[in-house]
């Protein structure tokens, strides 16, 4: 079964702060996907990291792929209370060898950052 | 670009009673998701759609709940008879089918139906 850990579950900050979550796992995922989900909306996709080792930047939101590929993190440089939000990790799930384009989730985390 | 339209946005009903939710995907996206979301926690996928057809139900509690497309295109997602557990969003998501054009499956999510289960 391929799960996804993130951590810490919650995250509770003062603005200006710098914050890192972390999403990992046991097992090799081809890419993994960041979402962010406002109170009220749907997940909206951030970012997907394909490569081993890969950064990518957005602003002031960092993310990073492990070398192994089996873990992430997202690095928030100076939050705002624009940031608040349930932050997910999403891999793609492989089925019986054939990938049908099924994502696992992790149990994300909430940041909540306070002005 | 339209987004994902899902309705209604919030639904109470007592336990026992049916409820049913509306999704319309972006245009031409092919593949159709109905995710769970429990409070606070990450959305678990109820059942995937490849056109009209179904991928994956592997997770949708089927002695209550259903969910069809009809023509490929809008869904419903219905729950008879609603428990308390089912208190819930439930999310709607589409995407294009896995291939060059979407190599990592990339979803976009409607803001989802919020569900209180009395």
């Known amino acids: 079964t391929q799960l996804l850990e993130q951590s810490p579950q919650f995250l509770s900050i003062q603005e200006g702060e710098n914050l890192t979550v972390y999403c990992n796992s046991s097992?090799?995922?081809?890419?993994l996907q960041w979402y962010r989900q406002e109170p009220g909306e749907g997940p909206v996709l951030l970012v997907t990291?394909?490569?081993?080792?890969e950064v990518k930047k957005l602003k002031r939101l960092t993310f990073q792929f492990g070398d192994a590929r089996k873990d992430s993190s997202l690095h928030i440089t100076a939050a705002q209370p624009g940031d608040t939000g349930l932050y997910l990790c999403a891999g793609p799930k492989i089925l019986s060898g054939t990938s049908y384009g099924k994502l696992t989730f992790g149990q994300g985390t909430i940041l909540t950052v306070h002005p | 670009e339209a987004g994902v339209a899902q309705s209604p946005r919030y639904k109470i009903i007592e336990k026992r009673q049916s409820v049913a939710f509306w999704c319309n995907p972006i245009?031409?996206?092919?593949?159709l998701y109905w995710y769970q979301q429990i409070l606070g926690q990450g959305p678990k996928l109820l059942i995937q759609?490849?056109?009209?057809?179904?991928?994956?139900d592997s997770q949708l509690p089927k002695d209550r709940f259903s969910a069809e497309r009809l023509k490929g295109v809008d869904s419903t997602l219905k729950i008879q008879p609603a428990k308390l557990e089912d208190s819930a969003v439930y999310l709607c998501a589409s995407s294009k089918a896995p291939s060059s054009d979407n190599p990592y499956n990339e979803q976009f999510f409607g803001p989802g139906t919020r569900l209180t289960v009395l």
């Open positions: 245009s031409g996206h092919a593949t």
């Open positions: 759609f490849q056109n009209n057809g179904v991928v994956d």
């Open positions: 990291v394909v490569t081993g080792g």
């Open positions: 097992s090799v995922f081809s890419s």
